[in-house]
């Protein structure tokens, strides 16, 4: 009995000797994680970027609004750039989340407000389709903030 007593402290106070040394090295570091950015890269078909920078304007714009007072989103902007070549973009859109925790579950906290907006399923992916011959989606990646202390 007094063994495994003595293995039992033992392992506990290993186990907390890792853990007070994760602690003492995520003090350590000098950022603390931020916010965290979907970056969409998105190429305008020739001629159609006022078309498309319309439907920004309406549906889309809704939706980002409905989104950000419900507190699924911190924010959203659109940015333009000037691409180099035929495959780079020449709009960005940006949607800023509160952590990488705000990501779970995003179907569910947003499919009524995407219904509400856009129409059911099938209407919507019509819609999206016919989006495609305003633009063309080349990517997307998630970035997160680093915040220096």
Same mark, same amino acid.
């Given at each position: !009995? @007094?063994? @495994?007593?003595?293995? &039992?402290?033992?392992?506990?106070? #290993?186990?907390?000797?890792?853990?007070?040394?994760?602690? +003492? #090295?995520? $003090?350590?570091?000098?950022?603390?994680?931020?916010?965290? #950015?979907?970056?969409?890269?998105?190429?305008?078909?020739?001629?159609?970027?006022?078309?498309?920078? $319309?439907?920004?304007?309406?549906?889309?714009?809704?939706? !980002?609004?409905?989104?950000?007072? +419900?507190?699924?989103? #911190?924010?959203?902007?659109?940015?333009?750039?000037?691409?180099?070549?035929?495959? *780079?973009? *020449?709009?960005?859109?940006?949607?800023?989340?509160?952590?990488? +925790? +705000? &990501? *779970?579950?995003?179907?569910?906290?947003?499919?009524?407000? $995407?219904?509400?907006?856009?129409?059911?399923?099938?209407?919507?992916? $019509?819609?999206?389709?016919?989006?495609?011959? &305003?633009?063309?989606?080349?990517?997307?990646?998630?970035?997160?903030?680093? @915040?220096?202390?």
């Amino acid at each position: !009995m @007094k063994f @495994k007593t003595r293995a &039992l402290g033992a392992l506990a106070g #290993l186990f907390l000797s890792f853990f007070a040394i994760g602690t +003492a #090295l995520a $003090a350590d570091r000098t950022y603390t994680e931020g916010a965290v #950015l979907q970056v969409s890269s998105i190429r305008t078909q020739d001629g159609m970027f006022d078309a498309y920078m $319309a439907w920004l304007d309406g549906p889309y714009k809704q939706f !980002m609004e409905e989104q950000k007072s +419900a507190g699924v989103i #911190l924010d959203y902007n659109v940015y333009a750039a000037s691409p180099r070549g035929p495959g *780079d973009p *020449d709009l960005y859109l940006v949607t800023v989340y509160k952590n990488m +925790a +705000a &990501l *779970d579950n995003l179907n569910e906290k947003s499919d009524a407000t $995407a219904e509400k907006i856009f129409g059911n399923e099938q209407k919507a992916s $019509a819609d999206t389709v016919a989006r495609g011959k &305003l633009r063309t989606v080349l990517g997307s990646e998630l970035i997160r903030e680093l @915040k220096l202390k």
